[in-house]
């Protein structure tokens, strides 16, 4: 079975400065792995996916994140946190089975300070 | 534009009373999915459905119950059974048999008791 762990469930950084939220994932297979991110009283919105192929991985709002097999990880990363990044972020995890639920962790929440 | 709408935004429940949450996708995506959001749990699964007329249980599928009549719908009733349902409800949809496909979700409900 799939499991996934969000290290930090608050992270704070200053703005200008770098994001780094980190997720570590459980797979016995070759898994594929998402970003999410979940502004106050909406859904969640896809940031970025890995599938196969290149595992450094390009995003929306100039995240990226990079899938490292020997590390079991998918951290996200972006360079210069912005004030509208404050957020909750999400990371998951699925296997090629079909339409079985995503796996996901359970969410750090970015906090941006001016 | 195709996405998934969740209605209504915001629902009260009265003691012993029976709810339904809606969810309309027209993505033509064979599975949808219900989801329960509490502060600082992540998403917990309730039902998900891979085709028209058949669904599985989820992680937390007690007290609550869901039918798929039709591709494009998957309501959530919240019973009396469930004695804690105040909470933000979130429904996803997913492109057929590919696990490297991400959910889509819907906007949220949030349900709150009177």
């Known amino acids: 079975a799939q499991s996934v762990t969000q290290l930090g469930s608050h992270v704070s950084v200053s703005e200008g400065a770098l994001v780094l939220l980190r997720c570590n994932y459980s797979?016995?297979?070759?898994?594929?792995l998402f970003w999410y991110v979940q502004y106050p009283n909406q859904g969640l919105q896809l940031l970025l996916k890995?599938?196969?192929?290149?595992?450094l991985v390009k995003g929306i709002n100039g995240f990226e994140a990079e899938f490292k097999k020997s590390e079991t990880s998918f951290h996200l990363t972006k360079p210069s946190a912005h004030m509208s990044d404050a957020a909750e972020y999400f990371c998951?995890?699925?296997?090629?089975?079909?339409?079985?639920?995503?796996?996901f962790g359970k969410g750090t929440r970015l906090s941006v300070i001016a | 534009d195709g996405g998934i709408t969740q209605s209504p935004k915001y629902l009260f429940r009265k003691e012993g009373q029976n709810v339904t949450l809606s969810c309309e996708q027209n993505?033509?995506?064979?599975?949808m999915y219900w989801y329960r959001q509490d502060p600082g749990q992540g998403l917990r699964l309730i039902y998900y459905?891979?085709?028209?007329?058949?669904?599985q249980k989820g992680d937390i599928a007690e007290g609550y119950s869901v039918s798929r009549e039709k591709k494009e719908s998957f309501p959530l009733t919240v019973t009396s059974a469930q004695k804690n349902p105040t909470a933000f409800y979130l429904c996803?949809?997913?492109?057929?048999?590919?696990?490297?496909?991400?959910?889509?979700f819907g906007d949220g409900t949030r349900l709150s008791i009177l």
């Open positions: 998951a995890v699925s296997v090629n089975s079909g339409n079985t639920p995503l796996v």
């Open positions: 890995y599938t196969t192929g290149a595992t």
């Open positions: 996803a949809s997913r492109a057929d048999g590919q696990g490297n496909q991400p959910q889509h």
């Open positions: 797979s016995s297979v070759p898994p594929y």
């Open positions: 993505l033509n995506h064979d599975a």
């Open positions: 459905s891979q085709i028209v007329n058949d669904f």
